[in-house]
């Protein structure tokens, strides 16, 4: 799945509990990546770590310019 569909897909999740308000879906989507994001980096810190990071980083910024 590409970064923006996750992004998208992320949002719209939120979406349908914030009843079509797009800025609290946003927020709320970004909340849950940067959980995802404080976890990773307690973690190993291998080459697949390290390209998940920059995944959830990308999903991040997708769903920011959303």
Not at 11 to 18: A, E, G, M, S
Not at 34 to 48: A, M, Q, R
Request: net charge negative; glycine share 2%.
């Amino acid at each position: 799945m590409t970064t923006k569909d996750k992004a998208i897909e992320l949002v719209n999740k939120y979406l349908q509990i914030y009843d079509g308000r797009v800025a609290q879906a946003k927020r709320c989507a970004l909340i849950a990546i940067d959980e995802i994001v404080e976890h990773i980096n307690e973690l190993d810190d291998s080459e697949w770590y390290s390209a998940m990071k920059q995944y959830i980083h990308d999903v991040k910024q997708e769903i920011e310019k959303l």
